[in-house]
């Protein structure tokens, strides 16, 4: 049975309202991205249109002829279609693993009227929290945030005060994939794995502060959305920061090491904890 990659980008993602016909699809990778530009329609659902200046951010599936009907269907778009909504292409997709050769659904060029908002970061989830302002967001601390003592030092201490519990991803691993002045600094790479890290409940007004410590807007982390084993419970799109450029893994310096152990330290399971002690040290012997 022949089948077929598709990246999605917008209401076909997880946990999205068409994430149905892509329920039985396989998950090749859940942070892959291309390029595009991504706009807000105004009618519920994103539309990328084709650049080779901006990237758009997604997921990666293999899909079966069926499956890929389907998703037809609801893109509006036929083979010999004169009057397609969007257009199915192959393009390139680049995943932590490598890249792959996909279909993408872009908007047919008669449709361009519909690109109302320009949607910045390129990733429809990221677009979506911003207009949440009430709710609080559970985000997922792996790496340095787990630890307050920077917290106290900036005074935004009091946004990290409700702790939900111990998070564990599965599929991923925590590697020093990002070089600064100093060293390394930890990133999750989807690689298969498990990381364990501290979740906190977080007003919407503290996403501000963590995207400024991150260096969002320099591009160094971005946000994503990772689903999380919470005291055997499952916990949707989390909120979390993952490297955007990866490079060959790089030594923390101790400060940093140090932040990580002892922001740890209670919350992460000893095999864990031990793992990470170890595998610094590795990457100290070979710096």
């Not at 004169?82 to 792959?100: P, V």
């Not at 872009?106 to 970061?121: C, Q």
């Amino acid at each position: 049975m022949e089948r077929f990659f598709v990246f999605v980008y917008g209401t076909l993602r997880r946990h999205e309202r068409n994430y149905y016909l892509l329920k039985e699809a396989e998950l090749v990778a859940e942070q892959a991205w291309t390029e595009g530009k991504l706009f807000d329609t105004g009618f519920g659902y994103p539309a990328l249109q084709e650049s080779s200046s901006d990237v758009v951010y997604g997921e990666l599936y293999l899909v079966t002829e069926g499956q890929l009907y389907r998703l037809d269907e609801l893109e509006g778009y036929s083979v010999e279609g004169q009057d397609n909504l969007y257009n199915r292409k192959k393009q390139l997709i680049f995943h932590d693993t490598g890249k792959t050769e996909a279909f993408v659904y872009t908007i047919a060029k008669p449709n361009n009227h519909m690109l109302k908002t320009p949607i910045v970061s390129g990733d429809w989830k990221e677009y979506n929290l911003h207009l949440r302002k009430q709710d609080p967001i559970l985000y997922f601390a792996y790496g340095s945030c787990m630890d307050d003592a920077r917290f106290k030092l900036a005074k935004v201490d009091q946004y990290f005060q409700k702790v939900t519990g111990t998070g564990i991803l599965h599929g991923y691993t925590l590697r020093y994939s990002v070089k600064v002045a100093d060293g390394g600094r930890a990133d999750i790479v989807e690689e298969g794995g498990i990381v364990e890290g501290k979740v906190y409940e977080i007003p919407p007004d503290c996403v501000t502060y963590l995207y400024r410590r991150e260096g969002v807007g320099s591009c160094l982390y971005r946000p994503t959305f990772v689903d999380l084993f919470i005291n055997g419970s499952l916990y949707k799109d989390v909120l979390t920061f993952t490297v955007v450029s990866k490079e060959a893994e790089t030594a923390p310096p101790k400060h940093y090491s140090e932040e990580i152990i002892r922001g740890g330290t209670g919350f992460l399971s000893e095999a864990y904890l031990e793992k990470l002690k170890n595998h610094i040290n590795i990457l100290c012997k070979q710096s």
